[in-house]
């Protein structure tokens, strides 16, 4: 199912062939005494420090896990794309912990599972809810190895997809993929079980203490955006409608009433029924003048990033 990254672009057909291969493949990540290690090529091992949080642990740990060559999105199929995402997690983990227990959850799945339709045939396990109940243990190793894994895959998307995301070169759009995931990551460690942001946590919670625990996650993502070499890219593709001026918004609904009053002048419409169609207007003439400030602002940007000052809400 899945090989070391090569030159070649072929896609290997998730079965049960190149899923045995591949288990049966070394790797030079392990658990010893308790610490995730990983064993360089010259033999040198080099441990995980796991006091750093999930997000630094997924960070090291990503660079050392091999890329899924199979088809991750499964020719556009949701359902079976997230079980060949999940598919290709619980194979990192199973690998790497190398213990019985997990390996016995794995091969409960695994066992049966029909690769045609992405479910076990004998007891209708899925990889997706494998890796959603092992989530549950709440053991930072675990966590750790999910969140780079996931990270994997986004970059390994990239790397074959060929994106334009408002102009930007192909560099861009990683680095703003990778730091999504990056926030993914810290709003994994708010939510997790046992979390003050978890499901079952955070109806404990007075107001005063959700809206702290709400805040203090958001600080720690703003943390992450500030430190990340995309961060006013990234502020630049959050711009919305609040950062268009007065005159602009109504240069734009005067426009939506002045076209639709025309348009629709020989139709039988009461006043609500045109305004109707005058809000709707007005909310596309809006998005669409968003989409070009959008755009207009990454070419200023990758134009001049030392000079490029970031436009600020009126």
């Not at 794309?81 to 598919?87: M, P």
């Not at 502020?235 to 950062?243: C, D, Q, R, V």
Request: aromatic letters at 8%; proline letters at 2%.
């Amino acid at each position: 199912m899945l090989t070391h990254l090569s030159d070649t672009k072929t896609n290997i057909q998730c079965d049960a062939n190149s899923s045995i291969e591949f288990l049966e493949k070394a790797m030079p990540l392990s658990i010893i005494d308790d610490e995730l290690c990983y064993t360089h090529v010259q033999g040198d091992i080099h441990a995980l420090d796991t006091n750093e949080g999930v997000t630094a642990g997924s960070l090291w740990l990503s660079d050392k896990l091999v890329l899924p060559s199979y088809d991750i999105y499964q020719g556009g199929n949701i359902r079976k794309s997230l079980e060949a995402q999940n598919l290709y997690v619980a194979m990192n983990l199973t690998k790497i912990l190398n213990d019985e227990n997990y390996s016995h959850e794995f091969n409960r799945v695994y066992n049966g599972y029909d690769f045609n339709s992405f479910v076990n045939n004998l007891n209708k396990g899925t990889f997706t809810q494998l890796i959603s109940d092992w989530s549950q243990d709440n053991l930072i190793i675990v966590n750790i190895i999910i969140s780079s894994s996931k990270y994997v895959i986004v970059r390994g998307k990239k790397r074959r997809a060929r994106y334009n995301i408002g102009g930007l070169p192909s560099k861009e759009p990683i680095g703003i993929s990778e730091l999504k995931e990056s926030l993914k990551s810290v709003m994994f460690e708010y939510t997790k079980p046992v979390d003050l942001l978890s499901a079952s946590e955070v109806k404990k919670l007075t107001k005063i203490e959700l809206l702290q625990a709400i805040a203090k996650c958001d600080m720690a993502k703003e943390e992450v955006i500030r430190k990340s070499n995309f961060s006013t890219l990234w502020h630049i593709l959050k711009f919305n409608s609040e950062y268009l001026g007065l005159s602009t918004r109504k240069a734009l609904k005067v426009y939506a009433l002045k076209t639709i009053t025309e348009t629709v002048k020989d139709l039988d419409l009461d006043v609500e029924e045109v305004n109707t169609l005058v809000t709707k207007c007005f909310k596309r003439l809006i998005s669409a003048t968003v989409r070009s400030m959008r755009t207009e602002q990454v070419k200023l940007y990758l134009d001049n990033k030392l000079d490029y000052v970031l436009s600020q809400k009126p």
